[in-house]
C-alpha cells in the first residue's frame, strides 16, 4: 500500500511512470507537475497539500452547480446502491430526455452517449446517414473532440494556416489519413462571404455545417445572428444539416446557446454539465433525422449502441443538474457572470493593460489585445501571448488561489457568490500589474498583426 | 412529476416520444418492449414491475462483480463527497494506473478515456502517429466499438462478404465515407494463410493489425498461439503495430487474454469491467509508442485530452473491482465458468439437440449448430438462426427469469455461485426441449452452409 498523502510533486513523480507525460489528460498538465485534489465542496478544491483554491474552471465547464451539490451527490448514491449498469433500461434515462426535450423548442428525439466527443461523432455519422453524402464542414480553430472528422484544421497556426478565403485542412494528429482530409472543409467563423464560397466549393457533397454557437478555442465570441441564417439558407439550399456543438454552450440560455437565434440547428451535440458530473454526451434534434438510429427500422442504418450509454448514474446526475439549472438559475448565473467581466474590465482599467474580454452566458474569456477578437486568426496565441497568458495563470493559481482555464477562460457555477467575483477581479488586477511591463512589449512587437 | 413506478410498457411508451426507437443503446432493445431495472444486488435484478432475473449479461461484459459490490459502492460514495471531475489531476488516476501495469507484463505506460469506443480510437490513433503509416487491418466480423475504422465489416453478410480470400470492406453505417474503406483491410480471423496475403498487398500502409483476441461477434472462440505469432512476426517485418482490443477480453486471464500468448501486443485498448460499472476506457502498452501523447515534447504529435477522461470515480471504482478481481479470484471465475459450460453441454445431449458452446475463461457463447464454428462465416446467423436464438433468449428472460446477451452468451462475474448456474443450465434444458423441433429443421435447410 503505498502512502496516499504525499506532496503533489510526488504524486507526480509516481504518475510518469504510469502515465504517459504523467497525465491522462492533456489538460491537467501544467509545469512543473500538476496538482492532486483531496477534496472539494462547491466553489473551493483543496489539493493534497492542504491548499485550498476556488474554482473557475469546473473541469472544463462540466460543474455547472460546482462541486459535490448535496441534491446530485444524494440522488446519485440513491442510485449507485441500486446498480450502476444494466444490459436493460432504467428509468433515469426516459426521464432525462424528457426533461431536456422539454426544456427545448428543437429536440424532438435523443440518444445518449458518453462523451462530447462521442456525440459529435455520432451527430457527424447521423447526418452523413441521412443525407447520404460524405464531407463534414468545420470553422477553422474550433474544438469538437477527437473524432478525426471534428478536430481538423483546430490547430492551425500561421504557418500551415493558408489564405484566410480557403483556410487549409490541417491534421491536428500526425498521421490523420489523407481521406480524412479530404473530406473535411474548414470555413472562418462568422466570416459570411467567405464560408458561403467556401461552401458552395463543396455543395454537393457537405452532409453538415458544425457549429459551436460561441467557440471557446477561436476566442469565445457568439455566432451572430447574421451568420446563423446565412448557413441555415444554405443548408436549406443544398440538402445539408446545420448541427450545432453545444457541449459547451449549452449553458448559455435555458434551452441552449441555439435558443438566441431566429433558425434553429437540425442536430445538437451535448455534453459536460448535462451529465451534472459524470461523463455524458447527447445527441438531440429533428426526429425525422434521428429516425436513422432506430433499431426498429427494416434495415439498420446507424447501429447504435454503447456500453455505458445513458447509464442511470450519470443521466440521473444529469436529472437533476439540469432541474436545479432552471430558468431562475440560468438568469442568476449569467448576471453574476456579467458583474464578473464588468469589474474585470474595470481592473484593466485600473491597471492600464491593452487586454479585452468576450464571452456569453456564464463563460468568459480575457485576450492579450486590446481589442476584442472577431475571428480565430486574429485572437490566435503566438508563443510569446501564450507564455504571458501561462504567467498570468500561474500567479492566479500558484499566488491567488484561483484555477482559471489554460486560454484565460473562466466557466462559471452556481455555486460562485460575489465573494469570489471579487477575490477573482483583485487577483486580476495583481497579475494585470504583474505582466504589465511584458504585455506592453508583446503589443508593440506584434502591432502589425498576421494580416 | 410523473409516476415513477410504472409497467415496463408505460415506461417504453413514454420513452418513445424521446429517445429513437424508445432506447438510448440499441442492445437494452427488445419486442415487445425493453424491460427497465428498479434495482438490483450481485447476480440479480429487480424490474420495475417487481420480477427478479439472474443476470448472466452483466452489462455487455462490464460487470465482473456483478450489481452494487459493497467495496465498490463504499469506495466510490467516498469519491463522490469529495468530488467527480476537476481540471487538476486525482490519485485516483495513479493508482490505479500503477495497479494496471503492476499487472501486466506487457503494459509499459497507460492513459485513460471515456469509453472502449474511444479506447480503440485512441490506439488506432496512436498507430498512425508512431508508424506514420494510415490503413488498419481488423478481422471480418469484429466489434470494436463505434470509430468508422474500427466497425467496417463488422456486420458483413453472405450478400456483400464477398471472397474468404480478401473479404470486402463494407459499410456498418450507411454513408461511412469512401476514404474510411479504402484505409481498412478487411481479414479473415485465425485464417494464417489468407491473412498473410491480405496484409503483404498493403505492407507499405499498414499502421497496425487490430485483434480482439476472442472476438465475440466473430463467435467467441480464441485467436490461435499460431495466429498471434504469425501476425506478430509480420508486423516486425512491416513496420506495423500489433494491437490488441481487450475491451471485454481483459478479464479472461489477470492480465488479460494476451497472458496466453507467447508474443505481447504492441498496444492494447480496454473498457468495460475496468471502470468497476463506471464509464471507461484505457489504452496501454509500449512506453516508446505512448509516448507520441506525451504534452511534454516539442511537438503535440497527439494531443489527447476529454474533460471525463480518468475521473476519480471511474478509477476509483476501477481500481477496487480490480483489486477484488485477483489471481484467484479470476481463476475460481473460470472454474465456475467452465462448470456452466460442462452442465449446458450435458443438457444439450440429454436434449439431444445439435448444439455447440465456444468460449474462454469467463465467457461462452451457444451457437445452433453441432460443430463449434471456426470462422466468422461458419458462426453467422442467418435470419432464421437470429429468430431461433431470440427465441431461446425470449424463453429463458420470461419464463426463466435469467438474462444472457442477445447472442446467446453469458459474461460470468463473481458473485455467481453453482446455484445459479444449476438454474442457468436447468433453464437452457428446458429452452433446448422448446425449440428443438424448429432447430431440427434449421439443420436440415442449412446442411450445406455458406462455401
Not at 449549452?250 to 451535440?269: E, H, I, M, W
Request: hydrophobic share 40%.
Amino acid at each position: 500500500m503505498k502512502l496516499l498523502h504525499n506532496s503533489n510533486k510526488a504524486v507526480y513523480e509516481r504518475a510518469c511512470h504510469v502515465l504517459t507525460g504523467g497525465v491522462s489528460r492533456n489538460t491537467i498538465f501544467r509545469k512543473p507537475h500538476p496538482f492532486y485534489v483531496a477534496t472539494s465542496k462547491g466553489s473551493y478544491i483543496t489539493d493534497i497539500e492542504g491548499v485550498e483554491r476556488i474554482d473557475f474552471a469546473n473541469n472544463m465547464a462540466s460543474l455547472i452547480h460546482g462541486h459535490s451539490h448535496p441534491a446530485i451527490t444524494e440522488a446519485v448514491i440513491d442510485q449507485i446502491k441500486r446498480g450502476t449498469a444494466f444490459t436493460m433500461g432504467t428509468e433515469a434515462e426516459v426521464r432525462f430526455a424528457e426533461l431536456m426535450i422539454e426544456r427545448s423548442g428543437t429536440f424532438e428525439r435523443m440518444r445518449f452517449v458518453n462523451s462530447g466527443t462521442e456525440a459529435v461523432m455520432t451527430m457527424l455519422k447521423t447526418s452523413r446517414v441521412y443525407t447520404k453524402k460524405p464531407k463534414i464542414a468545420k470553422a477553422e480553430g474550433a474544438y469538437h473532440g477527437t473524432y478525426d472528422y471534428a478536430e481538423i484544421s483546430q490547430t492551425s497556426n500561421p504557418d500551415n494556416w493558408g489564405s484566410i478565403d480557403k483556410p487549409n485542412t490541417n491534421r491536428v494528429v500526425d498521421g490523420t489519413p489523407q481521406g480524412v482530409l479530404d473530406d473535411v472543409v474548414v470555413y472562418p467563423f462568422n466570416d459570411i462571404e467567405r464560408t458561403l464560397n467556401i461552401l458552395d466549393e463543396h455543395a454537393d457533397d457537405i452532409a453538415c455545417v458544425l457549429i459551436d454557437p460561441v467557440p471557446h478555442r477561436i476566442g469565445l465570441f457568439p455566432a451572430t445572428e447574421e451568420f446563423i441564417q446565412a448557413i441555415y439558407t444554405w443548408t436549406r439550399k443544398h440538402n445539408a444539416l446545420m448541427v450545432f456543438d453545444e457541449v459547451v454552450t449549452y449553458r448559455v440560455n435555458y434551452g441552449g446557446k441555439q435558443d438566441s437565434f431566429s433558425v434553429k440547428p437540425d442536430l445538437t451535440a451535448m455534453g459536460k454539465m448535462i451529465g451534472g458530473g459524470f461523463p455524458i454526451g447527447a445527441l438531440a434534434g429533428r426526429s425525422d433525422i434521428m429516425e436513422v438510429l432506430d433499431p426498429r427500422g427494416r434495415i439498420l442504418r446507424h447501429p447504435h449502441s454503447g456500453t455505458f450509454s445513458a447509464n442511470p448514474v450519470s443521466t440521473t446526475a444529469g436529472r437533476v443538474a439540469m432541474e436545479l439549472f432552471d430558468k431562475e438559475a440560468v438568469l442568476t448565473l449569467n448576471a453574476l457572470t456579467k458583474t464578473a467581466v464588468d469589474q474585470i474590465e474595470e481592473a484593466m482599467a485600473i491597471a492600464d493593460v491593452p487586454l479585452s474580454v468576450t464571452g456569453a452566458g456564464s463563460m468568459f474569456r480575457i485576450h492579450l489585445q486590446p481589442d476584442k477578437p472577431k475571428s480565430y486568426r486574429e485572437a490566435y496565441h503566438t508563443k510569446e501571448k501564450k507564455e504571458l497568458i501561462n504567467e498570468l495563470l500561474d500567479y492566479m493559481f500558484l499566488e491567488e488561489n484561483i484555477i482559471m482555464i489554460n486560454t484565460g477562460a473562466c466557466m462559471f457555477a452556481t455555486s460562485l457568490t460575489q465573494k469570489e467575483v471579487d477575490r477573482l477581479s483583485e487577483g486580476l488586477l495583481k497579475g494585470f500589474q504583474l505582466i504589465k511591463p511584458k504585455l506592453d512589449r508583446l503589443q508593440i512587437n506584434t502591432a502589425e498583426g498576421y494580416f
